[in-house]
């Protein structure tokens, strides 16, 4: 059974900093993509980042946020630096067996429940 699991959520101050990762089991995702999407109330979900043989960034974190990850122990991780009040959201992991990284949501097979950041101004 696959399973991913965030960790790194909390509250911080605007201009503060977070780590999120996302560790994977039950198969490896070496050769797909894992991302992360987040979702404020009364919004619907939209993309962050993600990451296989490249990377890709929403505009709204580009150059404050930075993707990575260790293949090795099958994680995905999201630094977060310069946060602003309009980050907070649920912030979801997710991953695909195979292909490249990809902004759609559709494009994932398997996702995370999800660890909540807020960031009060």
């Known amino acids: 059974q696959v399973q991913l699991v965030e960790s790194g959520g909390g509250l911080v101050q605007a201009g503060g900093s977070l780590r999120l990762s996302c560790a994977a089991s039950?198969?490896?995702?070496?050769?797909?993509?894992m991302g992360w999407f987040r979702q404020a109330p009364g919004k619907e979900r939209e993309f962050v980042a993600a990451?296989?043989?490249?990377?890709l960034y929403a505009n709204s974190v580009k150059g404050r946020f930075t993707i990575s990850r260790d293949n090795a122990e099958n994680t995905v991780f999201l630094q977060m630096n310069s946060l602003k009040p309009e980050d907070t959201s649920v912030y979801y992991c997710?991953?695909?067996?195979?292909?490249?990284?990809?902004?759609?949501?559709?494009?994932?097979?398997?996702w995370g429940r999800g660890t909540q950041v807020t960031v009060s101004s």
């Open positions: 997710a991953a695909r067996a195979l292909g490249v990284a990809t902004a759609s949501m559709r494009g994932y097979e398997y």
């Open positions: 039950g198969r490896s995702f070496s050769s797909g993509a």
């Open positions: 990451i296989s043989i490249s990377t």
